[in-house]
T-cell receptor, first 111, second 113 residues
Framework: ETGVTQTPRHLVMGMTNKKSLKCEQH?????MYWYKQSAKKPLELMFV???????ENNSVPSRFSPECPNSSHLFLHLHTLQPEDSALYLC??????????FGPGTRLLVL | KNQVEQSPQSLIILEGKNCTLQ??????????LRWYKQDTGRGPVSLTI?????NTKSNGRYTATLDADTKQSSLHITASQLSDSASYIC????????????FGTGTRLLVSP
């Protein structure tokens, strides 16, 4: 275990649904990240929170909405997704710019 | 454009054999290079990290090398085990911004009994 947990591990949703992904880190880190991992593509950074403040938003569509209520929790709210959004969504945390520790991911399928 | 290229895309080796995975990058300015191992259904786990001044770094049966002049790195796995079957991802960090990481697409390794 890396100290980063994600729920749910698997999610199937329709394009009109609203769902949320949850990430929790037990490492005392001050930065958290959301990544998207699609087949045969490099990990894509979606959002970065440093000290609970969002510092990066790499042109992610507004149908993805992050929330970071404190330095240990990170959410990704999903609404009106498209089939091409189906992917593995990974959460990670780090202390400043040190090595990132990844959670196990949420496998998302959008029908 | 900053990129990280890995080869081969996939590899099958017999248990007990050695193998070497390659990583070429164009990221500049360079901060550090990491190798991650990602088991199926799990998130990536860091194996090694090397800065500009380091040529080699070992972690058990894993040995990473770095040539910052040619912008190449390799990950050598010695005496492979079935549990080494995974994807190995090369990640290069830019020397600017907060954690500007550039990820490779990974090499998928299958160790066969």
């Amino acid at each position: 275990e890396t100290g980063v947990t994600q729920t749910p591990r698997h999610l199937v949703m329709g394009m009109t649904n609203k769902k949320s992904l949850k990430c929790e880190q037990h490492l005392g880190h001050n930065a958290m990240y959301w990544y998207k991992q699609s087949a045969k593509k490099p990990l894509e950074l979606m959002f970065v929170y440093n000290f609970k403040e969002q510092t990066e938003n790499n042109s992610v569509p507004s149908r993805f909405s992050p929330e970071c209520p404190n330095s240990s929790h990170l959410f990704l709210h999903l609404h009106t997704l498209q089939p091409e959004d189906s992917a593995l969504y990974l959460c990670a945390s780090s202390q400043d710019e040190a090595t990132q520790y990844f959670g196990p991911g949420t496998r998302l399928l959008v029908l | 454009k900053n990129q990280v290229e890995q080869s081969p895309q996939s590899l099958i080796i017999l248990e007990g054999k050695n193998c070497t995975l390659q990583c070429n990058y164009t990221v500049s300015p360079f901060s550090n290079l990491r190798w991650y191992k990602q088991d199926t259904g799990r998130g990536p786990v860091s194996l090694t990290i090397m800065t500009f001044s380091e040529n080699t770094k070992s972690n058990g049966r894993y040995t990473a090398t770095l040539d910052a002049d040619t912008k190449q790195s390799s990950l050598h796995i010695t005496a492979s085990q079935l549990s080494d079957s995974a994807s190995y991802i090369c990640v290069v960090s830019e020397l600017q911004g907060f954690q500007k990481l550039v990820f490779g697409t990974g090499t998928r390794l299958l160790v066969s009994p």
